[in-house]
């Protein structure tokens, strides 16, 4: 191994809990140096310098004058990232695309804001991780542990937002490498379990939402995610009942928690939604069964209760469809 490697020159802070190494079939990773606690920040960083336009509009020649922009010791840490392990980029915007990150807009009328981040850039991916940037405040990410991370291990971030309702084929053809994550592995019982958790979670999502992934806001008419016809128009047309939608709800919490990606922060977006559902029905019983649910101590103990309100219909119904097709 090269003592002299490009990415040794990165500037890692002293404090941060991890170190950059080579990392087997991966080029280069990020591996933590300690323990680090499940909801721990590991690294805060602003970006190196930040491009405002849709990521496919954007042109070596607008990487080439923000970087033309930058500080001499700027402009060495953006070039140490033309070696990207295994090869070297070809062009300034190939580097620029594969080491920035999208931040979010506070304000919609802006364009898309892609920043890059030499640091975040190293860590690598897994359709498991064991790390996330939950959001983004203003310029600078952020990532936390999801998970309790030992010393040696290494750090992963899952690269796509939908993994969650992708199979391994699906997410191998638009990573355009072979992830060897638990869930990737092939002939294991994991992943066979896994690509049926994914897909029951899409289907889900479909339910809920009446379109599928891939389909932006069109009704999908080859190769449904949804086989059964009469089930699939409730979902186009927001007919299922608050009852379902509540029980599908809790049955995706359940898998996401199952596959290993149900993390705290993830947690505390969905768990409030769950709670606040009672107070949408109208009929006591049904309020009875979701607050017993709401009380049980596991996921799994909160959907065997839930399941007491499959078939059973509520005053609401009908208000709800019309709401949600207003909402369209």
Not at 136 to 164: P, Q, R
Not at 165 to 172: L, N, P, V
Not at 175 to 185: D, I, K, V
């Given at each position: 191994m090269s003592t002299g490697h490009p990415y040794r020159s990165l500037r890692v802070p002293d404090k941060v809990p991890f170190e950059l190494r080579p990392s087997p079939g991966k080029g280069w990773g990020a591996f933590a140096t300690r323990r680090i606690a499940r909801g721990s920040r590991i690294l805060s960083e602003k970006p190196i310098f930040i491009i405002r336009r849709p990521h496919t509009e954007i042109t070596d020649d607008h990487v080439t004058i923000a970087f033309k922009k930058l500080l001499p010791k700027q402009k060495a840490q953006f070039l140490l990232l033309h070696d990207n392990g295994a090869k070297r980029f070809t062009s300034m915007n190939e580097a620029f695309a594969e080491n920035s990150f999208n931040i979010a807009n506070s304000d919609r009328n802006e364009p898309e804001a892609h920043g890059l981040f030499p640091l975040h850039?190293?860590?690598?991916?897994?359709?498991?991780?064991?790390?996330?940037?939950?959001?983004?405040?203003?310029?600078?990410?952020?990532?936390?542990?999801?998970?309790?991370?030992?010393?040696?291990?290494?750090?992963?971030?899952?690269?796509?937002?939908?993994?969650?309702?992708?199979?391994?084929?699906?997410?191998?053809?638009?990573?355009?490498?072979?992830?060897?994550?638990?869930?990737?592995?092939?002939?294991?019982?994991?992943?066979?379990?896994?690509?049926?958790?994914r897909r029951l979670i899409r289907g889900l999502q479909y339910l809920t939402r009446g379109v599928d992934l891939d389909r932006n806001g069109q009704k999908q008419t080859s190769h449904p995610i949804i086989v059964d016809s009469k089930l699939r128009m409730m979902a186009e047309t927001f007919s299922i009942p608050l009852s379902s939608r509540w029980i599908y709800a809790l049955l995706t919490i359940f898998f996401l928690e199952e596959e290993g990606l149900l993390d705290d922060f993830m947690e505390a977006r969905l768990r409030p939604s769950l709670t606040k559902t009672v107070q949408f029905f109208k009929s006591e019983s049904n309020q009875s069964i979701v607050r017993k649910a709401m009380q049980q101590n596991t996921w799994l103990k909160k959907l065997q209760v839930g399941f007491k309100l499959y078939g059973r219909e509520d005053a609401v119904d009908y208000e709800l469809t019309l709401a949600l097709r207003r909402l369209r």
């Open positions: 850039s190293r860590f690598n991916h897994s359709c498991i991780p064991n790390a996330k940037i939950p959001n983004v405040t203003g310029e600078v990410i952020s990532s936390f542990a999801t998970k309790d991370i030992h010393a040696g291990e290494e750090i992963n971030f899952c690269y796509n937002t939908d993994f969650e309702c992708r199979t391994r084929y699906e997410r191998h053809q638009a990573l355009r490498f072979t992830c060897q994550c638990m869930a990737c592995l092939p002939g294991t019982s994991f992943r066979r379990l896994s690509d049926i958790r």
